[in-house]
Nanobody, 117 residues
């Protein structure tokens, strides 16, 4: 059973930076495409960024150039470095692990990111 644990959320001022981490255990890390999603109040969950085992990345248009997703295949961990944060980035951020063959997706419990001045 794959387990996912996110960390790194918090309260930050607009223009600030934050780094989220997501640790994965219980599975073969290389078999998963990893991703970050977010869900703001009263909005649907949206894909923020993904990264394949080979390091190919994709980003939501509104975060491209501000956010960077990366993965450490030794530590079974992915990161989301967020910079130039905006109030609209306020959301619960979820880490996901999608199996490359079955497409089954595991989810973390989420970590809150709040922008406030």
């Amino acid at each position: 059973q794959v387990q996912i644990v996110e960390s790194g959320g918090g309260l930050v001022e607009p223009g600030g930076s934050l780094r989220l981490s997501c640790g994965v255990s219980g599975g073969i890390f290389s078999l998963y495409t990893m991703g970050w999603y977010r869900q703001a109040p009263n909005k649907e969950r949206e894909l923020v960024a993904t990264i394949t085992n080979g390091g190919t990345t994709q980003y939501l248009d509104s975060v491209r150039g501000r956010f960077t997703i990366s993965r450490d295949n030794i530590k079974n961990t992915i990161y989301l470095q967020m910079s130039s944060l905006k109030p609209e980035d306020t959301a619960v951020y979820f880490c996901s692990a999608r199996h490359i063959i079955t497409s089954y997706t595991y989810w973390g419990q989420g970590t809150q990111v709040t922008l406030s001045s």
